[in-house]
């Protein structure tokens, strides 16, 4: 089980998990996150204090990803499959991205 950290504009707002390859994925909205009056992440995932699940990795966090030659070179570099979306999440978690979402492993900071 691999698990990010989903950060809006400096703060956390949840945790995407990837339960086990294969086996779906889960985003829920962290409880002190939901308590304060900030936004949603996305307008396909509202917030409400009961997990999001899905078989595929959810399209918001799918569009995070590189494409092209870009994905390649993160694969390369960070000895990821292209296929495994979720590694690639992993691979640019702490990297600079563009708008006002990133993610970074939950192992690297805690939850």
Not at 25 to 34: G, I, K, M
Not at 82 to 107: Q, Y
């Amino acid at each position: 089980m691999r698990q990010l950290n989903v950060i809006l504009n400096g703060q956390k707002a949840g945790v995407l998990t990837e339960q086990f390859p294969g086996k779906g994925y889960r985003y829920e909205y962290l409880p002190e996150y939901l308590r304060g009056d900030n936004p949603h992440i996305s307008v396909t995932l509202p917030k409400k204090d009961t997990p999001y699940c899905s078989d595929t990795l959810f399209p918001f966090f799918a569009n995070l990803l590189p494409e092209g030659a870009l994905r390649r070179v993160v694969c390369r570099k960070h000895h990821v499959d292209e296929n495994d979306f979720f590694g690639i999440l992993c691979a640019m978690g702490g990297a600079d991205s563009i708008g006002a979402v990133n993610v970074k492993e939950v192992s690297d900071e805690g939850r």
